[in-house]
């Protein structure tokens, strides 16, 4: 993959190269996601069948560690790190910072959480095994790695390069899961063995992708770790309110409902579903924040409209086309995960809610601004964990769904507002769809069908 391409133009002609290039990549990201949701719902439906709703349960509570680690410890300098790759720092420095950042973070979240697994076993950890916790626990570095790396990857426009380390280990996992799992019956042993050995190979694969990349796109000016931290730090509140803002219901159902493993087990089923909604404004966003980095706010200001109406388009499409496809395939694939089917449906129009907050989101962050979203966001956060604190006892995982639902709606809310007042364009213009979207939507729908085929049958790792 070439190096670093300059977003801003001085005319017309390139302008319209710069924004081809963009969809172009966009496309190669959602055909990846694409690809990988096929794998990772098998991956996924294999375990629920096998480990059934309680075992489900249990291998959540303990793959879900390492995120909420990263949540609280990694302040905010993947994104750093991301904005500056996308604005040409010198990748070295960035590798540098990387392991700088990877090996100080790390020990000390190993040794916090290492101490303070006895309390966490006792509240919010309830369904996941202690012995489990411990292992996945001993992960984090390499969890940290892959996180740093991709973004850097990204941030480089190496698109392809990361797309491909992707669907090579998610098709890895999926033959640990069938082997260990399905095979020699090692239960949710296996299944977080398969886990712990996907994290590990991805850190190895991103990292000789960068050493790969440095000889072509070696940058410019290194980038300081002030600098990164100072970014990291003005960024890391938002992304720490976002992500307990989605995953705050998964501890809160632990700690408070009696059947927390059973409920855990089929919420994650529902989330699951309603989170494919994420692969569109994650393929976005993921190449929009760099982009947006690089770019002059009058390029920003031009793209913002036009994807943020778009995703909405693409998001109601497929919640709607998730329907009646939950309701088959879950009454004849998955028939002990009923359950699950209210909490999805609730949590549903959420889930396109928070499609416009990612977009919007990345937009606000890739022009510099990521401590603007801080405040309101920890704000959502509140209202989220009191909503799931007054419903779950009484709704149970429902309960959990319509927290969701208010909390990701007024982040939506939020940032839609941020980016508007940062765009200068009126907020309806962000997101409402019109004739263009729909002539965009289905006159690409042809070519992303193939090139989804093309990446799934033809791909090679270069």
């Known amino acids: 993959m070439s190096g670093e391409e300059s977003a801003a133009a001085p005319s017309a002609p390139p302008r319209k190269a710069a924004t081809g290039t963009f969809a172009k990549r966009v496309a190669g990201v959602l055909a990846t996601r694409v690809t990988l949701f096929a794998i990772a719902f098998l991956t996924s439906v294999l375990l629920s069948r096998i480990l059934g709703p309680e075992g489900k349960g249990a291998y959540v509570a303990v793959v879900a560690l390492p995120g909420m680690l990263a949540a609280l410890g990694m302040l ?16 070295r420095s960035l590798v540098r910072a990387t392991a700088i950042f990877t090996v100080v973070l790390s020990t000390f979240m190993i040794v916090v959480v290492w101490f303070g697994l006895p309390v966490l076993e006792t509240s919010v950890l309830r369904a996941a095994p202690d012995y489990l916790l411990r292992v996945v626990v001993l992960t984090i570095p390499a969890g940290m790695l892959a996180s740093f790396g991709g973004a850097i990857l990204y941030g480089r426009h190496a698109v392809k390069v990361y797309n491909l380390i992707q669907l090579w280990l998610a098709a890895v996992l999926l033959g640990l899961v069938v082997v260990l799992v399905m095979l020699l019956r090692f239960g949710i042993n296996g299944a977080v063995a398969g886990s712990v050995t996907y994290n590990v190979l991805t850190a190895l694969a991103v990292m000789v992708a960068l050493r790969r990349l440095g000889k ?117 694939i998955l028939p002990r995960f009923g359950d699950s089917i209210p909490p999805f449906l609730v949590l549903l129009p959420g889930a396109v809610s928070m499609s416009l907050a990612k977009v919007m989101g990345s937009y606000v962050a890739g022009r510099g601004r990521p401590g603007v979203m801080a405040m309101g966001t920890i704000g959502v956060l509140i209202i989220n964990v009191a909503l799931n604190i007054l419903l779950i006892p009484k709704l149970g995982i429902v309960g959990a769904s319509l927290a969701s639902l208010v909390s990701y709606t007024l982040q939506a809310g939020l940032y839609v507002y941020l980016a508007s007042r940062l765009s200068g364009q009126p907020w309806r213009s962000l997101f409402v769809p019109g004739r263009d979207e729909l002539r965009i939507l289905f006159g690409t729908g042809t070519r992303l069908l193939s090139r989804v085929l093309k990446m799934a049958g033809l791909a090679r790792f270069r």
């Open 216 to 332: 072509t796109s070696p940058g410019a000016d290194p980038a300081s770790l002030k600098q990164l931290v100072s970014y990291g730090v003005r960024a890391a509140p938002s992304l720490f309110a976002s992500y307990f803002n989605y995953r705050a219901d998964t501890y809160i159902i632990q700690a408070e409902m009696s059947n927390y493993d059973y409920a855990l087990g089929q919420y994650s089923l529902a989330v699951t579903m309603d989170e494919l909604i994420f692969y569109i404004p994650d393929s976005i966003s993921t190449i929009l924040l760099p982009r947006v980095a690089g770019a002059t706010p009058e390029e920003a200001n031009l793209w913002i409209g036009r994807v943020g109406r778009l995703s909405t388009l693409l998001s109601i499409g497929l919640a709607l086309c998730l329907i009646p496809t939950a309701f088959v395939g879950i009454h004849m």
């Open 76 to 91: 905010g300098l993947p994104s750093a790190v991301n904005y500056y790759a996308g604005k040409g720092a010198q990748l």
